[in-house]
């Protein structure tokens, strides 16, 4: 079960515990299980709300998985990657340190989660 700390500029850090391989379990749904304040409307990856910063904290290989499509345009309109970012990382097979909350699955591995970042 991986270790997820989440933190935030105005509140205390907090970390908690996940259930990886679920297929189910997004960083937005852990974070409202655990009553964390990471802001969200559309739930479906497309308004950007929820965008986090990830840091995989195991000295293995990230298992961040791939954006989803939805991910990549919307970090694309925010600006937090080019599409040589993409393809760089899909070549690359390394996951981006930005993601949404909403569609960022749980793997097995130890995660720094920033929420409030723009």
Partial sequence: MPNITFTHPDYKD???YAVAGSHTETILKIARENKLPISFDCQDGECGTCLIKVTHLD???????PLTAKEQTVLQQLGKLSSDDIEQMSVDDIPSQWRLACQMIVR???LL???GVS
């Fill in 59 to 65: 000295k293995k290989t990230p298992k961040g998985g």
């Fill in 108 to 110: 097995d591995e130890d």
């Fill in 113 to 115: 989660v920033e929420y």
């Fill in 14 to 16: 907090k970390t908690v």
